[in-house]
C-alpha cells in the first residue's frame, strides 16, 4: 500500500503509515485482507493456547504418576 501522503510503500495491513503515521485510505479489499489477516491471528492464538494447556496437563500427569510411584513403592 502506497501512502499518499509520503509515498513509501507500507503492507497492505497496516491502518497507518509506518512512515508518517498518516492514516491509510481503507478500500473493501483491504477490509478482507484485515479481516482475514485478524481472524488467522486469532486462530494461532487460541491453537497456542490449547497446546500450552496440554503441555501443562501431561507435565501435572506426570509429576502425580511420579509422586503415586514413590508413594506405593515405599
Partial sequence: MLCPRCHNVN?????????CMEELPMTEERKELIKKKEKFERSQKLKNSKDKIFGMLAALLIIVAVIVLVVVIL
Fill in 11 to 19: 503492507p497492505d495491513t497496516n491502518l497507518t503509515c509506518d512512515f
